[in-house]
């Protein structure tokens, strides 16, 4: 009589999958953060799947982990396999529901450049529906649920403006900004963020300037307190055009700075012709190019 193999028992995936975010983050506090648990949850993981395999994975040390030579070279290949398995899922998820597009983007882009641009998007595809995400970091998208980013990076994806920065005011202020030298009179507004940005036009067009006033943890607040007249911001382009259309800013001086970046769409893989997220990733770029 033929007796079938026994099935192959695999560890649990979730301790699998605390193990792999661990050994490629450098730590079970990043691993915590990045799959939405307590680190004491990928400990009590981690310590689960080194009894069940009989073997560490990590040498405990006062300064923090560090991987065996067994997870070392275990790493890869489960990190291939995660890959995998995420786009999987997305696939799954893309073909259950191809009317739905999920877009994860940096916070100020989300609030100035798609949202004002989401009525045309609903009216050139009707029954689309398009969820947004803010996030500061753009998400691992082979794991994560989203089917694009909208983030300023220095390569890949699809390039939907350029990144360009330039000093913007309201009219009422501008009347007082003349000349790089009158920036030192007023207000210089900043983002957290871009905190630097001052500095990078200062160097090519106001040496010397050392810019003071208001730093905002937003950069859509940072714009609305130009608008409302508390001083000068340094803007990017991309995120200003509407209000610059408008005549709600304008531009005071003629310098700009082109960055190292742009403002792109990202894909964990290119998508489907014809599908959803092409449709809207090509509406995207043309809008970008041609404004609102």
Known sequence: M???????????????????????????A?????????????????????????????????KGVQLTALGARCLPALSEAFDSLGIAVQTLRAEAAPQVVQIAALPAVAQLWLSPRLPGLRAAFPGLS??????????NLKRAPYDMTLFYEAAGGVVV????????????????????????????????????????????????????????SLFALAVEEAVNGAGVLMAHGALVERHLDSGALVAPLPGRVRLDRDLRLGF???????????????????SGEGGL
């Open 268 to 286: 964990a893989r290119p998508p489907r012709p014809g599908s959803a997220v092409a449709r809207v990733a090509d509406w995207l770029r043309s």
């Open 30 to 62: 990043a691993a915590a953060e990045e799959l939405g648990v307590t680190p004491g949850a990928v400990t009590a993981h981690i310590k689960g799947l080194e009894a069940d395999l009989g073997a560490p994975l990590f040498e405990r040390q006062a």
């Open 2 to 28: 033929t007796l079938a193999p026994p099935p192959m028992r695999l560890p649990a995936l979730n301790a699998l999958r605390a193990f792999e975010a661990a050994a490629r983050l450098g730590g079970f």
């Open 130 to 139: 398009v969820s947004i995400t803010a996030m500061e970091r753009p998400p």
């Open 161 to 216: 403006a350029r990144d360009e920065i330039f000093p913007v005011c309201a009219p009422t202020l501008a009347r007082h900004v003349k000349a790089a030298s009158d920036l030192s009179l007023v207000p210089c507004l900043s983002d957290a963020v871009w905190s630097e940005d001052w500095q990078v036009w200062a160097a090519e067009h106001a040496p010397g300037l050392v810019p003071r006033g208001p730093v905002h």
